[in-house]
């Protein structure tokens, strides 16, 4: 199993420019989930999505954010007309079912640097 | 919606001591507690986890504790090696639940 897979790793955008961060689920994953990690910083929250549904974005800012998971394919976080602000680290992980009933696991990251 | 607090936000022990860390919870609906270990650069990995239908689980050097009384469970590393070096965060998840909430972490160096 080759686990939950990012891409890219690393991402350099200037300001104004749209950053698309992509996740494979781990097979038999459902449940993707992406969290925010800024330097010596917890993981924040974002979205929760199941197949072609956002179950939960309370975590994920209103605008140039947005969040999909569709029937196939991986799963994209897409933020629009980045600023510095959104510099960080952004995990995506999966779980087979909901947050309360199983581990998370987590890919690699991918690290945004917006110059 | 669930909060969790951590503490301490870093600890330093000294190699072949034990380590503490504590986390308490909000909302009394979580049932699931699982912590996780980051090493710089890399991504969080589930060490150990517990239910609420039990009160203390061990795997090897590593136990976790809860009290769902008092809302708060604890991880215990005995025995602490230099690799035990690391981030740790505590989870709370409830079936159902939309997220699981992340405690801001703890900074765990094992000073050899």
């Known amino acids: 199993n080759a686990g939950v897979m990012q891409n890219p790793r690393h991402l350099v955008r200037r300001r104004g420019q749209e950053a698309r961060l992509r996740c494979s689920p781990m097979k038999g994953h459902s449940h993707v989930y992406w969290y925010r990690q800024l330097p010596e910083e917890g993981l924040k929250f974002m979205v929760y999505l199941q197949k072609e549904n956002i179950i939960d974005e309370s975590g994920m800012p209103k605008e140039r954010f947005s969040a999909e998971f569709p029937k196939e394919g991986p799963s994209i976080l897409r933020i629009q007309q980045v600023v510095r602000g959104d510099s960080a680290a952004y995990f995506c992980?999966?779980?087979?079912?909901?947050?309360?009933?199983?581990?998370?696991?987590f890919g690699n990251g991918t690290r945004l640097t917006v110059t | 919606g669930e909060n969790v607090e951590q503490h301490p936000s870093t600890l330093s022990v000294q190699e072949g001591d034990s380590a503490v860390i504590k986390c308490t919870y909000s909302?009394?609906?979580?049932?699931?507690f699982p912590w996780y270990k980051q090493e710089l650069g890399k991504r969080p990995q589930l060490i150990i986890d517990?239910?609420?239908?039990?009160g203390e689980k061990k795997d090897q050097r590593i136990a976790v504790t809860l009290n769902k009384t008092a809302k708060h469970f604890s991880l215990h590393i005995t025995e602490t090696q230099p690799e035990d070096s690391a981030v740790y965060f505590c989870a709370a998840g409830s079936t159902g639940a939309g997220k699981s909430t992340f405690g801001d972490g703890t900074t765990l160096t094992v000073k050899p």
């Open positions: 517990i239910r609420s239908n039990v």
């Open positions: 909302d009394s609906a979580s049932n699931y």
């Open positions: 992980a999966s779980s087979p079912d909901g947050p309360g009933d199983s581990p998370l696991h």
